[in-house]
């Protein structure tokens, strides 16, 4: 089910009104969740809930016996290392056999031995990478004694398949979402208003944006190769908006949703393209997969507490394991060390990107080193985007090469050619407009995140704000278009 359909506008209220005002008792609330989260995610396909159903069984299970083995560390790493194993084993064989059987053939073809194994029609299950991951941290998190192991499969369950993040993150750790469950909820009309307001942004910036700039990266994109390098550089900053309000809308809506029914999941993304650096981008992007990849694979390898040649060797595999969490495709696993490179570099030069506060803080406008820093941050990130936009490396390639290469040379086409100028521009302004307010936000949770000061204390403003959304959302909304993480 997607939050941009007619069956999720009929079936939040519905889910709402069953668990505040009839299923009161924090165990039949739970249970609840787990219905609704299981109709939610069977909607796509009802064949994939005994998947997810297993999943959770076998990370249910595994908390358990690595409390009953108190004492035994030895088995207590078998049964952690098993539900690993187990997990991932699941996730690579939906998502990973085709891209390693294919690589291998050819690896082998290439010096002379053909091998026998064959691709198989695999459908991927929506969100498996992102409940995986958060399978996989509770019985990680068991295993280091940062929680108790869960009892009550409900609530296991109801973690797990939670339907609000349940597709496309945020990736939640169990040490903060799981405890939300094993306490009673009352509702909270503050928190429930601000949830909706935060889910009012979010679907602007999926409808209104990121639709809008699909549409036209979808059409331009094919033609790269009859494209000047002007045109090939906006199409690359429209798939920098397109993406991020495609997937930041979706963790708004997640997290507001969330909010209605009294839980509060981590903050997914804090106004990103603001960034001074690459390490801070990083910091802002995507923070809830971030942290688990630094958490649960840099640290263990050492972090940066290690020699310098050991800090990049770490940087590089966490990026390269980051880049294969994205897809199946070399250009995701060349995505994510691009931005290794990059922040090794960074780290080589001992370049300062721990900033103690939110750029141009307490002023309107940044400075003019904070503006250039920003600007290089960004294009650095539409280089990268590029790359994770491409079909092939073949592909991304070109499309770079072409880019620099006409960038001078082709001069600034004309508007009126077939360049598609004229049409990225145009799409690129609802962008910077929403920008613009999320630049005037940078220091709270989300862009309707109101202070309480004039003219935002009258009632009569907010109201103004949140109808003017509403009608820009039914006037200006794009063809529906599909998460882009829903892949993932």
């Given at each position: 089910?997607?939050?941009?359909?007619?069956?999720?506008?009929?079936?939040?209220?519905?889910?709402?009104?069953?668990?505040?005002?009839?299923?009161?008792?924090?165990?039949?609330?739970?249970?609840?969740?787990?219905?609704?989260?299981?109709?939610?995610?069977?909607?796509?396909?009802?064949?994939?809930?005994?998947?997810?159903?297993?999943?959770?069984?076998?990370?249910?299970?595994?908390?358990?016996?690595?409390?009953?083995?108190?004492?035994?560390?030895?088995?207590?790493?078998?049964?952690?290392?098993?539900?690993?194993?187990?997990?991932?084993?699941?996730?690579?064989?939906?998502?990973?056999?085709?891209?390693?059987?294919?690589?291998?053939?050819?690896?082998?073809?290439?010096?002379?031995?053909?091998?026998?194994?064959?691709?198989?029609?695999?459908?991927?299950?929506?969100?498996?990478?992102?409940?995986?991951?958060?399978?996989?941290?509770?019985?990680?998190?068991?295993?280091?004694?940062?929680?108790?192991?869960?009892?009550?499969?409900?609530?296991?369950?109801?973690?797990?398949?939670?339907?609000?993040?349940?597709?496309?993150?945020?990736?939640?750790?169990?040490?903060?979402l799981l405890p939300q469950f094993q306490c009673n909820r009352q509702?909270?009309?503050?928190?429930?208003?601000?949830?909706?307001?935060?889910?009012?942004?979010?679907?602007?910036?999926?409808?209104?944006?990121?639709?809008?700039?699909?549409?036209?990266?979808?059409?331009?994109?094919?033609?790269?190769?009859?494209?000047?390098?002007?045109?090939?550089?906006?199409?690359?900053?429209?798939?920098?908006?397109?993406?991020?309000?495609?997937?930041?809308?979706?963790?708004?809506?997640?997290?507001?949703?969330?909010?209605?029914?009294?839980?509060?999941?981590?903050?997914?993304?804090?106004?990103?393209?603001?960034?001074?650096?690459?390490?801070?981008?990083?910091?802002?992007?995507?923070?809830?997969?971030?942290?688990?990849?630094?958490?649960?694979?840099?640290?263990?390898?050492?972090?940066?507490?290690?020699?310098?040649?050991?800090?990049?060797?770490?940087?590089?595999?966490?990026?390269?394991?980051?880049?294969?969490?994205?897809?199946?495709?070399?250009?995701?696993?060349?995505?994510?060390?691009?931005?290794?490179?990059?922040?090794?570099?960074?780290?080589?030069?001992?370049?300062?990107?721990?900033?103690?506060?939110?750029?141009?803080?307490?002023?309107?406008?940044?400075?003019?080193?904070?503006?250039?820093?920003?600007?290089?941050?960004?294009?650095?990130?539409?280089?990268?985007?590029?790359?994770?936009?491409?079909?092939?490396?073949?592909?991304?390639?070109?499309?770079?090469?072409?880019?620099?290469?006409?960038?001078?040379?082709?001069?600034?086409?004309?508007?009126?050619?077939?360049?598609?100028?004229?049409?990225?521009?145009?799409?690129?302004?609802?962008?910077?407009?929403?920008?613009?307010?999320?630049?005037?936000?940078?220091?709270?949770?989300?862009?309707?995140?109101?202070?309480?000061?004039?003219?935002?204390?009258?009632?009569?403003?907010?109201?103004?704000?949140?109808?003017?959304?509403?009608?820009?959302?039914?006037?200006?909304?794009?063809?529906?278009?599909?998460?882009?993480?829903?892949?993932?």
């Amino acid at each position: 089910m997607l939050f941009n359909s007619f069956e999720f506008i009929v079936f939040l209220p519905i889910v709402f009104l069953l668990y505040w005002f009839v299923f009161r008792e924090r165990r039949w609330q739970n249970l609840l969740v787990v219905i609704a989260s299981y109709v939610f995610y069977g909607w796509w396909d009802w064949r994939f809930l005994f998947l997810i159903a297993f999943t959770s069984l076998c990370s249910f299970a595994s908390g358990l016996l690595i409390e009953r083995f108190n004492g035994q560390r030895r088995r207590q790493q078998i049964v952690s290392a098993a539900n690993i194993v187990l997990n991932l084993s699941i996730l690579g064989v939906f998502k990973y056999y085709n891209f390693f059987t294919e690589n291998l053939s050819m690896l082998f073809g290439s010096m002379g031995w053909q091998l026998d194994w064959v691709t198989i029609d695999i459908i991927l299950p929506v969100g498996i990478s992102f409940y995986t991951f958060q399978a996989l941290s509770y019985s990680i998190d068991v295993y280091q004694r940062k929680l108790p192991a869960t009892h009550d499969p409900i609530e296991f369950f109801a973690y797990i398949s939670f339907f609000p993040q349940l597709v496309a993150g945020p990736i939640e750790r169990a040490t903060n979402l799981l405890p939300q469950f094993q306490c009673n909820r009352q509702f909270d009309y503050a928190k429930a208003v601000d949830g909706c307001r935060q889910m009012l942004w979010g679907f602007l910036k999926k409808l209104v944006i990121a639709d809008n700039c699909a549409a036209v990266v979808n059409e331009y994109w094919n033609q790269y190769a009859a494209l000047p390098g002007l045109s090939l550089f906006l199409l690359g900053v429209l798939f920098t908006f397109q993406i991020y309000c495609d997937f930041s809308g979706y963790s708004d809506i997640a997290i507001g949703c969330a909010r209605l029914f009294g839980f509060n999941l981590m903050r997914n993304f804090n106004y990103p393209y603001f960034s001074r650096s690459i390490p801070e981008f990083w910091r802002r992007w995507h923070i809830s997969l971030t942290t688990w990849f630094r958490d649960y694979i840099y640290f263990p390898l050492g972090g940066s507490r290690c020699e310098k040649w050991k800090i990049i060797r770490n940087v590089y595999i966490v990026w390269g394991i980051s880049g294969l969490w994205h897809g199946a495709n070399w250009t995701f696993v060349c995505w994510g060390l691009f931005h290794a490179t990059l922040l090794a570099i960074y780290n080589l030069f001992g370049i300062n990107t721990k900033y103690q506060h939110v750029v141009a803080y307490g002023r309107y406008l940044p400075n003019i080193k904070e503006a250039f820093q920003m600007a290089f941050t960004f294009f650095l990130a539409v280089i990268g985007w590029i790359i994770f936009r491409a079909e092939t490396m073949t592909q991304a390639i070109e499309y770079l090469g072409r880019m620099f290469a006409t960038m001078i040379s082709d001069g600034v086409p004309s508007i009126g050619s077939n360049s598609g100028v004229g049409v990225m521009g145009l799409q690129l302004l609802p962008g910077i407009a929403m920008l613009i307010v999320e630049w005037l936000q940078r220091d709270k949770q989300h862009a309707l995140h109101f202070p309480i000061t004039l003219p935002f204390d009258y009632r009569f403003v907010r109201w103004a704000i949140y109808y003017l959304i509403i009608i820009i959302i039914a006037r200006y909304a794009g063809e529906s278009q599909t998460f882009i993480y829903f892949q993932f």
